[in-house]
């Protein structure tokens, strides 16, 4: 069982940026590929983009130019750099852990969750 933890969420006006974090328990999360999800109230979660443990990635056209997803080489963290944040962006994003990318762009549930961070972009 690896546990996530995500931070860095918190409120920020429209063109700001906000760097989130998902710290995983465990080094094996290196083994997985990560997606940063994202879910309104009356919505469903959202794949937001992903990186694979070797690096590729993947991001929805919406956030494209705007939003970055890294890795550390303890493989024990995975962020979002998301620059120019939208009003639209406001959400509460969660990280998951996904046994391959296939899965990732098949829609499958990830592995493991983490709690999610409140991102609040205001005018």
């Known amino acids: 069982q690896v546990q996530l933890v995500e931070s860095g969420g918190g409120l920020v006006q429209t063109g700001g940026s906000l760097r989130l974090s998902c710290v995983a328990s465990?080094?094996?999360?290196?083994?997985?590929?990560v997606g940063w999800y994202r879910q309104v109230p009356g919505k469903e979660r959202e794949l937001v983009a992903a990186r694979s443990r070797f690096g590729s990635t993947h991001y929805v056209d919406s956030v494209k130019g705007r939003f970055t997803i890294s890795g550390d080489n303890a493989k024990t963290t995975v962020w979002l750099q998301m620059n120019d944040l939208k009003l639209e962006d406001t959400a509460v994003y969660y990280c998951g852990a996904h046994d391959n990318f296939a899965e990732v762009v098949g829609g499958t549930q990830p592995r493991f969750w983490g709690q999610g961070t409140q991102v609040t972009v205001s005018s």
């Open positions: 465990d080094r094996a999360f290196g083994s997985y590929t």
